[in-house]
């Protein structure tokens, strides 16, 4: 498990745009800082450090070099307790030859913006827990500036200004890949949703207007979610594929969401987008709900089944009422998104109340063997702690805040978008 | 009244889930003074994103441990509340700065609404549980990786 090395510590931060200081505290604060004192003026800041040491300093300018004096100060000029709190200076810019004078200076790592807590918590852990030396020398008072030593390595001792640069500003994590799902049968039935062809109105060519090339984007990305559905349609019903099916319809819906609010607007020409792309929205919006009921309906039925077998045959071993709950919550989280659109067979509905009756029973016979075994023993049976009953939640219409975000919408189609 | 600010009516009943709603609009209205920054703005943008990560998460393991019987629900909710700071954040990294201005009221708005539709309603069962206590990032970077 990740940790911070700043939880429960103290911080300094030294930024004069007040936006930025805000900025940095509150970055701190997410990664587990107990104490931050953001200030403004670098000599206070010096002021504060001679009278108590802090965990760490962050400096923070839009222009990188302005941070230089400062470094240089916390280091030559205050007593060697101060004078040791590692330096984050963060910046808008910097080039390679800033980031080797203010390492020169002192500084423990150089970032620049944008800050995300992610970023900030690995340069944070990095300067908190490293062990480097701290050099007192008359040319130089601050951390060690060499890289460990590569046993391994037998060519030229040179610093690369570059790995600076980079182990500072690590790239952006992107996502990893979707988790592929088992498929066991594929389904046809939906429609055309494969869009990936421009859409040409009357047979003709058609220019798509940013808008509408924006809209057909949408689908095509919703079309191929709607694929990877298809194809978890009748996996395993583990964890791991549950999770990976919410997550995949969730951000299909919310797409759909989206794409269906703007279609329905005019474009800043006083025209919504031609007909070819409504269809398209309206075809995918179909194939949507019809796999996702599909998918819904297919793991309702196996664990009705399954639910079933156990309650004839009364053989029900411990934590099999957990298992079928947690199975028939992933069901539960299907029909939600789709209630979201109004569509939720009735049937499927009352099915989905059967199944967590049955699931109360099933923790009912549980419950009874726990009082049994107890029993066996010839001791007083122990209270039974009983899980409150689920209850089915009914569908919910859409939530009322998704009207606010017709103002997104409105920034987006102020902007010809 | 402004949207940005903390009122009691917002609490949940949990020092530790009311302190990451003032987190929230704390760290939205930073937007107010600092949209001429766009590199500000945009970390502010990606901490809001960072922030219904950790958060969300925090507040789904509280309800999934009080037995909470409209996660799903609640699940739901969050996922459109991360879909639309997700929908602002691509917008303005695209270069429609004009987004940015709304933001802060925009974003507090749906918090508010959120915090006082959903929210309230799990006051009652986190009151008996022990809530996460980790920092945000920590455990937006564990939403990230789960």
């Not at chain 1, 240089?72 to 963060?90: E, F, G, K, N």
């Not at chain 1, 050099?135 to 600076?164: F, T």
């Not at chain 1, 009953?389 to 409105?410: D, F, H, I, M, Y």
Request: some cysteine.
């Amino acid at each position: 498990m990740a940790t911070s090395a700043l939880t429960g510590k103290s911080a300094l931060i030294v930024a004069a745009d007040s936006g930025l200081r805000e900025l940095i505290a509150t970055t701190l604060s997410h990664v587990g800082a107990q104490h931050v004192w953001p200030l403004a003026d670098p000599g206070e800041a010096l002021d504060r450090l001679r009278e108590a040491p802090v965990d760490l300093v962050v400096s923070g300018d839009p222009n990188a070099e302005s941070a230089i004096p400062l470094v240089r100060s916390i280091r030559q000029d205050l007593p060697t307790a101060s004078a040791r709190v590692p330096v984050i200076c963060l910046s808008s810019q910097v080039s390679a030859e800033i980031i080797k004078t203010m390492l020169n200076v002192g500084a423990n790592a150089v970032m620049t913006l944008p800050v995300t807590t992610r970023r900030m918590m690995q340069q944070v852990n990095r300067v908190l827990r490293e062990e480097r030396p701290f050099i007192q020398k008359p040319e130089y008072r601050g951390p060690c500036r060499r890289y460990k030593a590569d046993p391994s390595y037998d060519g030229p001792q040179r610093r690369a200004i570059g790995a600076a640069v980079a182990a500072a500003n690590p790239p952006r994590q992107t996502p990893p890949p979707a988790k592929p799902v088992e498929t066991a049968e594929p389904f046809h039935d939906i429609g055309e949703v494969a869009l990936a062809r421009p859409v040409v109105e009357g047979g003709g060519e058609h220019h798509l207007s940013k808008r509408e090339a924006n809209l057909v984007a949408g689908v095509q990305t919703v079309a191929a979610t709607i694929q990877g559905l298809n194809a978890a349609l009748k996996s395993t019903d583990d964890a791991a594929t549950r999770k990976h099916v919410r997550q995949q319809m969730v951000e299909a819906a919310n797409r759909l969401i989206n794409l269906l609010a703007l279609a329905n607007k005019s474009g800043p020409d006083g025209q919504g987008p031609n007909a070819e792309v409504v269809r398209q929205i309206d075809t995918v919006k179909r194939a949507f709900f019809m796999v996702t009921a599909q998918i819904a309906r297919f793991r309702l039925e196996a664990i009705v089944a399954d639910m079933g077998r156990r309650l004839e045959s009364k053989e029900v071993v411990m934590g099999a009422g957990e298992y079928l709950a947690a199975r028939l919550f992933g069901v539960e989280e299907i029909l939600e998104v789709m209630s979201a659109g109004g569509n939720v067979p009735t049937d499927l509905e009352e099915m989905l109340d059967g199944a967590w009756d049955d699931i109360a029973r099933i923790r009912d016979l549980e419950n009874e063997r726990v009082v049994l075994l107890e029993l066996s023993k010839q001791e007083s049976p122990a209270p039974i702690k009983r899980r409150p009953v689920r209850t089915r939640v009914k569908p919910a219409e859409l939530p009322p805040a998704v009207g606010s975000q017709e103002n997104v919408l409105n920034q987006l189609d102020r902007k010809g978008l | 009244m402004d949207v940005l600010l903390w009122s009691d009516e917002m609490s949940v009943g949990n020092d530790i889930l009311d302190n990451d709603h003032k987190a929230f609009l704390s760290s939205v209205s930073l937007l107010r003074g600092s949209r001429e920054d766009r590199m500000i703005v945009l970390s502010v943008i990606m901490l809001l994103e960072e922030y219904v990560d950790g958060h969300f998460l925090r507040e789904e393991k509280a309800m999934k441990a009080a037995n909470y019987p409209h996660l799903a629900r609640h699940r739901l909710r969050h996922s459109w509340f991360r879909a639309r700071i997700k929908a602002v954040s691509e917008v303005y990294q695209q270069g429609n700065d004009a987004v940015a201005d709304e933001l802060p009221d925009l974003v507090a708005k749906w918090l508010r609404q959120h915090i006082i539709d959903e929210d309230k309603l799990y006051a009652h069962w986190v009151s008996r549980i022990t809530v996460d206590n980790r920092p945000l990032g920590l455990l937006a970077l564990e939403a990230e990786q789960s």
